[in-house]
């Protein structure tokens, strides 16, 4: 590696190279190398000839985009490097089929081949980083190069030894009464302004425009149903509201700004029976909600004071495969479900046309086909790497777009259902905007800890087990989670939406999945069984897309009326689309279609590689039955069943505990790991 910085000072750099094949890159390097003085020019022949007649015995590509061309004779007194990046990767025959971009070219007297076998060890382990690989992609001089070995050799030297410890990092309880939260902050802030710096990129255009739609949809739809479950006491302009101040405020102040606050189905159901007891007691609703949100919020930022979620390390890949799946699921069984209710009114009310029903149809199963097709066009052969790149990160957008645009060639011959938005930026009743939470009795005061209770524990499991989706070592964050700033945020913005009579927001699981894949850099995987797959070697961590977001659900509150020509059908092939690539990277449901696989056809993953087929089926039926119980009380029509929700979610983790007497501790290893291993997307080491 020593070797390898001094080249890179040198400037043995060779960037953008414009070639097609092995001949032409060996040869435009020689040119550049003689040209910068590297290599004498009358070895330049011997040299070409040398390096060619090697890559005919055999390519050079080793995998992970990288080809290592060599060749060694005694005319060359000095040993030399030359890294060579292609403006366009080119297929070599590398082993995992991946094409090859990067080369790093070996030139030396016959006595240099030993020391360059350990600089190729060196050099197959550096491409191996998925961080240098990303830089290294990016990089515009030698400096750049540099400056990115350096960071890997920071990350990879052997740590200092501490005392042992299985805590993950943020997870790790201090003993000390906002200990957690002071180690958070001191993380995050060294990182604050580079949040923004890194946030100035095509990617974060993108993944804004795509997710304005993907939030203002469920935050249109929650509000409207939170409207008719409170007879309007809380409506579609104050989730509006509550989206963009909270988005706004969580954006700048959270510990990990990746996260999308936004209403979920389970505080919807808790707001819905806290209404219908404020009725039945005759109490005013929204002193009483006001007075829960203050119990809650005291709760919760008591909770991050004290470290608990720390607690959260119990819970491990399975309990939160079954959590996102559920979140999932939501998406899906919501999309389809409006699709079909659709249907039903197009049968039972004549105001609603078929053609209207079928057109609604053709509208969400055409905006999810695109949109699931565009961001698969990265793999594809057609085209150029930039034109692919742009259809790809823009494609949930470009589909909303074209099937609005459909929607519209038809809209003076079919009614179609349209984004429900009201007209003016007023309270649904017309109330003043802020509550006085003193016209509740004082008994209610006191009671309202209470529900309080259940409510802190269902934004406490909701918020950290998102919290773990999004910092899963899986998305190669690097700046550090915020697990206990993240909840004191979301604990006092409660606190204020309560004040307000504004809806309380807690961490969107699938929305917060959606961000993080839009601001990731994907990479194609290819199995030794020929599969391919893609994941993640890069995540642009920057608070400036979620900012982006909820100042364009601000604005949109003073652009109303034009939110009415998007159809709600175009919103629900969204919704499908958010679920359905949610579930893609999910191996709980990689697991359950082994069921149906024939097991030759088995892919050689690292769990089937290590466990019984047998053992495998039996953790994923645990998985499935627990997952079965979640959708059973969520959509269960008993109100204090789907009330005590976070109790179940809560009692994921003594299940996890039973099931770790079922199998021994190597299977567990392998169907339950932390991060995917790496022997699990290469077949090479070093």
């Known amino acids: 590696m020593k070797r390898l910085r001094i080249a890179l000072s040198e400037g043995s750099v060779i960037l953008d190279l414009e070639a097609r094949d092995i001949e032409s890159i060996l040869r435009k390097t020689l040119d550049a190398t003689v040209e910068r003085g590297l290599l004498p020019a009358d070895q330049r022949q011997a040299f070409e000839a040398a390096l060619i007649e090697r890559e005919r015995q055999i390519s050079t590509a080793i995998g992970n985009s990288v080809a290592i061309p060599h060749a060694y004779l005694d005319t060359l007194e000095e040993p030399l490097i030359v890294f060579v990046r292609l403006a366009r990767p080119v297929n070599l025959g590398a082993p995992d089929g991946i094409p090859t971009r990067f080369l790093f070219v070996l030139l030396g007297p016959t006595g240099a081949a030993i020391e360059h076998l350990d600089t190729l060890a060196g050099i197959a382990r550096l491409m191996s980083d998925d961080e240098f690989r990303y830089d290294a992609r990016w990089a515009r001089s030698h400096e750049n190069l540099i400056d990115a070995l350096e960071r890997y050799l920071a990350r990879t030297a052997p740590a200092v030894l501490e005392e042992p410890t299985e805590a993950p990092v943020g997870l790790a309880h201090t003993g000390r009464l906002f200990g957690g939260l002071r180690d958070d902050v001191r993380r995050r802030l060294a990182y604050y302004i580079s949040d923004f710096r890194d946030g100035l990129n095509p990617k974060s255009l993108s993944s804004t425009l795509f997710l304005f739609f993907a939030c203002l949809a469920p935050a249109v739809t929650f509000g409207g149903i939170m409207g008719a479950q409170t007879e309007g006491q809380i409506g579609v302009v104050e989730m509006l509201v509550a989206s963009a101040a909270c988005g706004i405020a969580y954006a700048l102040l959270s510990g990990q700004p990746l996260i999308i606050l936004g209403g979920v189905g389970p505080l919807l159901v808790f707001t819905a029976i806290l209404y219908r007891l404020c009725n039945d007691m005759e109490i005013a609703f929204l002193p009483g909600y006001a007075w829960v949100g203050f119990w809650t919020s005291v709760l919760l930022v008591i909770m991050a004071a004290t470290d608990a979620s720390c607690l959260m390390r119990h819970f491990t890949r399975f309990t939160d495969e079954i959590f996102s799946a559920l979140m999932a699921l939501i998406f899906i069984y919501e999309a389809i479900k409006a699709l079909v209710s659709i249907f039903h009114k197009s049968f039972a009310d004549e105001s609603v046309s078929h053609d209207a029903a079928f057109l609604s149809l053709i509208l969400a199963i055409g905006t999810f086909y695109i949109a699931i097709s565009l961001s698969q066009i990265r793999r594809s052969r057609y085209l150029l790497p930039w034109m692919r790149a742009f259809l790809a990160d823009f494609g949930p957008m470009i589909a909303l777009a074209a099937m609005t645009l459909v929607s519209w060639l038809y809209h003076g011959e079919v009614m179609m259902e349209t984004l429900q938005a009201p007209d003016t930026i007023r309270t649904t009743t017309e109330r003043a905007w802020m509550i006085d939470p003193f016209a509740a009795p004082m008994w209610v ?51 204020v939406c309560s004040l307000f009579g504004l809806p309380w927001l807690v961490a969107a699981t699938v929305r917060s999945l959606a961000h993080v894949r839009g601001l990731a850099t994907l990479e194609e995987v290819i199995t030794p069984d020929g599969a391919t797959s893609e994941r993640v070697t890069h995540v642009e961590e920057t608070r400036v897309t979620g900012l982006a977001i909820h100042l364009l659900i601000a604005v949109s509150l003073l652009l109303l009326p034009a939110l009415k020509v998007v159809p709600m059908s175009v919103l629900y092939g969204i919704f499908l689309f958010m679920g359905v690539v949610s579930l893609a990277g999910n191996q709980f449901f990689e697991r359950i279609t082994l069921w149906v696989m024939d097991p030759d056809l088995y892919p050689r993953t690292h769990y089937i590689r290590q466990s019984p087929v047998h053992v495998i089926h039996k953790f994923t039926f645990i998985q499935l039955a627990c997952l079965g119980v979640l959708c059973a009380v969520t959509l269960s029509s008993y109100e204090l069943l789907r009330l005590s929700f976070p109790l179940f979610i809560a009692m994921l983790i003594p299940a996890r505990f039973f099931v770790g007497r079922l199998f021994s501790a190597e299977q567990l290893e392998s169907l339950d790991a932390e991060e995917t291993p790496r022997d699990e997307t290469t077949h090479w080491s070093a």
């Not at 309080?452 to 550090?480: C, E, Y």
């Open 445 to 495: 005061r006191v009671a309202a800890i209470g529900p309080a209770i259940l409510a802190a524990v269902l934004v406490f499991l909701t918020q950290n087990i998102t919290a773990r989706l999004i910092n899963s070592p899986d998305h190669k964050l690097q700046k550090g989670p915020g697990y206990h700033l993240d909840l004191a945020v979301v604990g006092g913005l409660i606190g």
